[in-house]
């Protein structure tokens, strides 16, 4: 057994001490009272989930490593995409709204608006394509899409990360299954099966619990990683929505600028 391993597997006669010495500081803390009196029953539980989830790790083989890899990986980025979803759904259609009804009754004073809120990616959109001077719509209608495009990547930003972790995971857990039922052929293969039932029983332990844990990490991933191409989608239909309106506007204060363009070379 690895140094590693064994740590994992005493944690909680290793840990228990450490969550003592703790008691002192959270009763200096100011915490309510009801709050001081929960946090000291849980350093008092003797970290009994702490020996079981290292019992656990241990219990899975050398694969867990990576899987432990992914999990954290795939948390953090996670918590990255339902924080940059949340802030983006958030004020998105109020602040779309003004900027199109701004653009509607003075097209002049939307540009601020537009560098106000350039942490949208409608807005760098619009800024981008607006910002092409004396673009005819069919122009402005190219621009709006290649800025589109550009825009596209941020928004599917780490899904590429999803997909090796969703597919990988599995291809770990199997890993481990194998190597688990290596572990115990060679145990039944050295003698009496009796004699080596630890080891037995331990191969069968990694070929279940690296399966488990493999398709855990897979599991978790795959449904964040579908909620966040359900927002990808549902975002994409947004800045086709808005687009779609900012061209008629731009078309119909073309047309009036040409008009009067045209009236005033006629008069002079």
Same mark, same amino acid.
């Given at each position: ?121 409608? *807005? ?6 607006? @910002?092409?001077? +004396? #673009? ?6 190219? /621009? !709006?899409? $290649? ?39 060679? *145990? ?6 009796? @004699?080596?039932? +630890? #080891? ?6 990694? /070929? !279940?619990? $690296? ?58």
């Amino acid at each position: 057994m690895t140094g590693m391993a064994w740590m994992w597997m005493n944690a909680g006669s290793i840990y228990p001490s450490a969550c003592q010495e703790l008691l002192p500081i959270v009763s200096l803390t100011r915490w309510p009272e009801s709050g001081s009196i929960h946090l000291k029953a849980i350093f008092n539980s003797d970290c009994e989930w702490l020996k079981i989830m290292g019992s656990i790790f241990a219990a899975g083989g050398v694969v867990m490593w990576p899987l432990l890899v992914f999990s954290v990986v795939a948390i953090a980025l996670i918590i990255e995409r339902l924080v940059f979803w949340v802030r983006l759904n958030r004020r998105q259609r109020r602040v779309m709204q003004d900027i199109l009804r701004t653009y509607r009754q003075a097209p002049m004073d939307v540009y601020p608006k537009l560098r106000q809120n350039i942490n949208l990616p409608v *807005a760098r959109i619009f800024l981008e394509a607006l @910002e092409i001077e +004396g #673009a005819s719509p069919k122009q402005f209608h190219l /621009a !709006l899409a $290649s800025a589109m495009q550009a825009e596209l990547p941020h928004l599917r930003r780490f899904s590429t990360l999803f997909a090796t972790i969703i597919s990988v995971s599995p291809l770990l857990g199997l890993l481990g299954t194998i190597l688990g039922l290596i572990r115990s052929f060679d *145990a039944i293969q050295l003698g009496d099966i009796a @004699e080596n039932a +630890g #080891a037995v029983t331990g191969g069968i332990s990694e /070929a !279940l619990v $690296s399966t488990a844990a493999g398709l855990i990490v897979a599991i978790g991933t795959l449904l964040f990683a579908n909620l966040f191409r359900g927002l990808y989608k549902r975002q994409v239909a947004l800045i086709q929505e808005y687009g779609g309106q900012l061209e008629i506007l731009y078309e119909t204060h073309y047309e009036r600028r040409s008009q009067l363009e045209e009236g005033a070379y006629v008069s002079s």
